[in-house]
């Protein structure tokens, strides 16, 4: 009933940047806190950024000051800017909605399928 599509990973070099963007579809009534989330080979799934319903946000330490969230309402999409990126940003990037469907009373969590983000030195 609902589908994110992810966009935008790839091979950067260290110091560049990256845009990522999950675009959700589907019988959308509305879109709660959204997040982003990486996982790294061997490593837990670990929180990046969130940013709630009415637009605060949140950043793990590791990439304060560097990745930014956002989220276009009319558009429910979601963006990750990613800025002066490391070789240990190199991860699967995962994004996460909280949707409530049309006709639906609460919100369900769903997952992106993933987008590879490289960073080589």
């Known amino acids: 009933q609902v589908q994110l599509v992810e966009s935008g990973g790839g091979l950067v070099q260290v110091g560049g940047s990256l845009r990522l963007s999950c675009a959700a579809s589907g019988s959308i009534f509305s879109i709660n806190a959204a997040a982003w989330y990486r996982q790294a080979p061997g490593k837990q799934r670990e929180l990046v950024a969130r940013i709630s319903g009415a637009g605060s946000t949140d950043y793990a330490d590791s990439v304060k000051g560097r990745f930014t969230i956002s989220r276009d309402n009319a558009k429910n999409t979601v963006y990750l800017q990613m800025n002066s990126l490391r070789p240990e940003d190199t991860a699967v990037y995962y994004c996460?909605?909280?949707?409530?469907?049309?006709?639906?009373?609460?919100?369900?969590?769903?997952w992106g399928q993933g987008t590879q983000v490289t960073v080589s030195s």
């Open positions: 996460n909605l909280e949707v409530m469907l049309h006709g639906g009373a609460w919100y369900d969590d769903y």
